[in-house]
């Protein structure tokens, strides 16, 4: 059902070459991510659930209340993945890019290719602050996790570097090195975009 929706309204708008694969390429990947699953599950409860008969589509308004749930949850392990031992764990370290990859795509779908299908603007910059965060601090555990930071970094000596690199700061007191290089460059493109679609 989401992919039809999504594919008539991307055949309907006139963008060609490299935007129209783009666009395509966002559609595609949203399968890749967790709230089309979590669309689909909150879109059955709700039916099942409801004695009222719905139309094609179930209330949005509740929709965002079973994504909302998922969004906090990923935040709150962010945090415990940065404030304990696991940052250092490869799985952490898988799901910290797997979160950024997933808002980096969900920001780059909203400006180019839900449309009319997009959240609202007050919605999209509550999320906007909280995407913010939550990049930060996913950068900050994969910056911890790799001791790739001289000199060492603490959880929040890690949120502090991670901050000051979103911001283009650099203020010099921490050097990056090896992978750690590479995860700022990544970090700087992530939060360039940010900017670019947001303002």
Known sequence: QWWHALRSDYMTERSFGLLRLLKLFLVATTALFPVVLIDTIADFIIRKCSSRPHKVY????????????????????????????????????????????????????RALAWGKRSINPQRALLFAV???????????????????????????????????????VGFGDFTPSGIGVRLVIWQLLVFFMFVVLVA
């Open 58 to 109: 179930v209330d949005a308004r509740l929709v965002a209340v079973y994504r909302d749930v998922y969004f906090l949850s990923r935040a709150l392990f962010l945090v415990k993945a940065l404030f304990s031992a696991l940052s250092s764990e490869p799985w952490v370290q898988f799901d910290c890019g797997y979160f950024i990859f997933e808002i980096t795509q969900s920001w780059l779908g």
């Open 130 to 168: 909280v995407n913010y965060v939550e990049v930060s601090t996913a950068f900050a555990v994969l910056y911890l996790g790799n001791d790739c930071i001289t000199p060492h970094l603490r959880p929040s000596t890690a949120l502090y570097f991670s901050l000051v690199t979103s911001t283009t």
